[in-house]
């Protein structure tokens, strides 16, 4: 069963780091681009960094510099490192992936920066 998890969400104060960590059963992450998306409250979901399957990353502009996007095989996980957090980063984060045509998602991880 393919299946996404993803952990690392919390409390941070602004300017201060988080790391996501999105792990795959079912399948393995490295044959597949993945993604990293954020949804905040009463907005649409947005996406905020793509790894791509040969290795090249698509991070979005407001999020260069401070977003790092990487995978690790041995743990079959693609991580999303996040620095400099400032409030409007405050969201539920998800990971995807698009495989045949279906995509899917993990269940997100709220990520919350107040002082």
């Not at 393919?2 to 104060?13: A, D, K, P, R, Y």
């Not at 407001?62 to 095989?73: L, M, P, V, Y």
């Not at 539920?92 to 997100?108: K, T």
Request: proline share 3%.
């Amino acid at each position: 069963q393919l299946q996404l998890v993803e952990s690392g969400g919390g409390v941070v104060q602004p300017g201060g780091s988080l790391k996501l960590s999105c792990e795959a059963s079912g399948f393995s992450l490295d044959d597949y681009s993945i993604g990293w998306f954020r949804q905040a409250p009463g907005k649409e979901r947005a996406a905020v960094s793509c790894l791509h399957k040969g290795g090249s990353t698509f991070t979005a502009r407001s999020k260069k510099g401070r977003f790092t996007i990487s995978r690790d095989n041995d743990k079959n996980t693609v991580d999303l490192e996040m620095n400099s957090l400032k409030p409007e980063d405050t969201a539920v984060y998800y990971c995807s992936v698009l495989i045949r045509s279906n995509r899917y998602w993990g269940q997100g991880t709220q990520v919350t920066v107040s002082s």
